[in-house]
């Protein structure tokens, strides 16, 4: 609850009065960026399951999208949100568990398994060391973290929401998505 205001608050100081929309596009930016990761993912960031059960292959895009949604998660965290940590960890055990399930099902042996599950579990925290300790990224930390409360609102929202079972790639959600930031922009 507190992130939006505090990105809306930094944003300001750091751009000036003039720019102080720009932190709602990069939520929306953030909003765009996870239904294009759902699209390989398949949801399963936020608890769904879809795709084949006997699968003998490694489900390479949804561990790359999970690991990059992983990763922007951590950004926030380094700046004294400490308990936003709490929660992603907690958002992060189910889709431990379902990963798994795919690594599993894919029949890796048990080292490669756990070679990708830990590299899964240290995305986060290399994300908040990324956000610490790289400058480069350091000066664009307001813009990030608004893009990580644009995954946030979209995946509490899908969840809510959601009435389609297949998180298929809709054409016309996301050209209304980028017809309304372009309308949000210039109003």
Not at 21 to 39: D, K, P, R, S, V
Not at 44 to 73: D, K, R, T, Y
Not at 127 to 136: C, E, H, I
Request: charged share 10%; aromatic share 12%; hydrophobic share 50%.
């Amino acid at each position: 609850m507190h992130l939006l205001p505090e990105i809306y608050e930094s944003h300001e100081h750091t751009m000036g009065e003039s720019h102080e929309h720009n932190a709602g596009i990069f939520i929306m930016l953030g909003i765009l960026f996870q239904i294009i990761l759902e699209f390989f993912s398949k949801g399963a960031e936020h608890g769904h399951v879809h795709g084949h059960p006997n699968m003998s292959h490694i489900p390479w895009l949804l561990f790359i999208s999970l690991c990059i949604h992983a990763f922007l998660e951590g950004f926030p965290v380094g700046h004294n949100h400490d308990n936003l940590a709490l929660g992603i960890a907690i958002h992060h055990l189910p889709i431990a568990i379902i990963l798994t399930t795919f690594f599993i099902n894919s029949h890796l042996n048990k080292q490669a398994i756990f070679a990708f599950m830990l590299t899964f579990a240290v995305m986060t925290p290399l994300g908040t060391f990324a956000s610490d300790y790289l400058t480069g990224l350091n000066e664009y930390h307001s813009e990030i973290t608004a893009i990580v409360i644009g995954i946030l609102f979209h995946i509490s929202s899908t969840i809510i929401f959601e009435s389609s079972e297949g998180h298929k790639f809709n054409v016309a959600k996301v050209s209304m998505i980028v017809l309304g930031i372009a309308l949000a922009y210039f109003l």
